[in-house]
């Protein structure tokens, strides 16, 4: 039995492709032992892993998901920085009193890159993102790019800051740019290669497993017999841009006459009484359990999240991406690419025709479905969850040696 341990921030997105992962681990004997915050605490033992807190000044997904609604990806940034400035003290000390044989680190979590680097541990990057960074897709539009810069500009004092006081007390352990995504001595990213762009940063070191699956990982219920034979179509912004009653009401208004069957998942935190009337074919639930959702959905209408993305492809539905923040329109460029689906409300605007044509379009036009069927045998074709835990595995291996 080896021991591994996993260090995460506190991040859906982030956290559900290492659940898979993690179960398989453990069923094959690993001792796994993962550190985030008490919110994800259930899912995590579910998984068999041993959880461990992060200390109460550490990382929160409030905060996370606070600057990930905003959009500016450099608050993200200077987050991460001061977060390590914090954290690092604390993993250090955990990694000495474990021991582990290997530490697996998500794509954000500099503060376990940098404790493996001070170490000299064996280290896993985990990376549940697209590796955009060199890529013509990177540059995206220019109005994209000048609103990017723009928002950075005020923080770059404090990014520079808090980039000189980790480097002042922690050395060449601090990693050089590209900072993100935070790499280790392996690297599994949850796509596949023929879905991302090619990039200079993509070398030996990296492993495409695809998508992370297994909804025994993942909890809820839904009444799928409400469902019937009819066309069925989802919608669902995630778990931090569901705060879109405006959204909600332009679907009620584009598809309330639809002949399909609607879900709408709101999240918790959205107030029912703001949705208003309902039309009479919605199933409009504060969540659901998206990937079963998805084995029935022929349309998915997302944010355009790396994991919704991907889940939607895995099993077939058409996607139309409305994204909320630069990354995401990154991501619906993607499948737009493939012939997937559709980016829609690119300049932040959206309107109820707009939103009814995409349906309309991805439905009609036979090329999004062949496409569609092309990415799903894809993704499909990939090891998942199994590939990872083999890699993380051999990692092991290739350090006991």
Request: charged share 20%; aromatic share 8%; glycine share 8%.
């Amino acid at each position: 039995m080896s021991k591994i341990i996993y260090l995460m921030p506190p991040a859906h997105g982030h956290v559900n492709p290492t659940l898979p992962v993690v179960q398989e681990l453990v069923q094959r004997g690993e001792q796994v032992i993962y550190y985030n915050t008490e919110e994800f605490r259930p899912q995590i033992e579910r998984t068999g892993a041993v959880f461990r807190p992060y200390p109460i000044d550490g990382i929160t997904s409030a905060e996370i998901s606070k600057l990930i609604q905003d959009g500016n990806l450099a608050r993200v940034s200077l987050l991460v920085f001061r977060k390590t400035e914090v954290l690092l003290p604390f993993v250090l000390e955990e990694l000495k009193r474990e021991q582990p044989d290997l530490v697996v680190f998500d794509a954000l979590a500099l503060w376990g890159k940098m404790a493996a680097t001070l170490l000299n541990l064996r280290s896993v990057g985990s990376i549940p993102l697209f590796v955009f960074e060199g890529t013509q897709e990177a540059k995206m539009t220019s109005r994209a790019f000048l609103k990017l810069i723009l928002n950075a500009l005020p923080l770059l004092p404090g990014l520079f800051a808090a980039r000189r006081r980790l480097i002042r007390r922690y050395g060449k352990a601090f990693p050089a740019s590209p900072i993100f995504p935070v790499r280790g001595d392996l690297n599994i990213v949850f796509t596949a290669r023929e879905l991302n762009p090619d990039t200079p940063l993509i070398d030996d070191t990296f492993r495409f497993v695809g998508p992370s699956i297994d909804p025994a990982t993942r909890d809820g219920d839904f009444p799928f017999d409400a469902l019937g034979q009819q066309l069925v179509v989802y919608i669902s912004l995630g778990t931090v841009h569901n705060l879109r009653t405006t959204f909600y009401h332009q679907c009620f208004e584009a598809f309330g006459d639809y002949p399909a069957q609607f879900i709408l998942s709101v999240g918790k935190h959205t107030d029912s009484d703001a949705l208003g009337t309902i039309p009479s074919n919605f199933i409009v639930r504060q969540s659901v359990p998206q990937l079963e959702v998805l084995q029935r959905a022929d349309v998915f209408i997302t944010h355009g999240g790396m994991n919704s993305i991907h889940e939607g492809l895995y099993y077939g539905a058409l996607l139309i991406v409305y994204p909320h923040q630069i990354e995401q329109l990154m991501n619906g460029r993607i499948v737009e690419k493939h012939g997937a689906g559709i980016v829609i409300g690119e300049r932040g605007r959206l309107t109820v025709t707009e939103l009814r044509g995409a349906l309309d379009k991805v439905l009609t036009e036979p090329s999004y479905h062949e496409a569609t069927v092309k990415v799903r045998r894809i993704l499909q074709d990939t090891g998942g969850y199994r590939q990872a835990a083999d890699e993380i595995q051999a990692a092991i291996s290739v350090l006991a040696h």
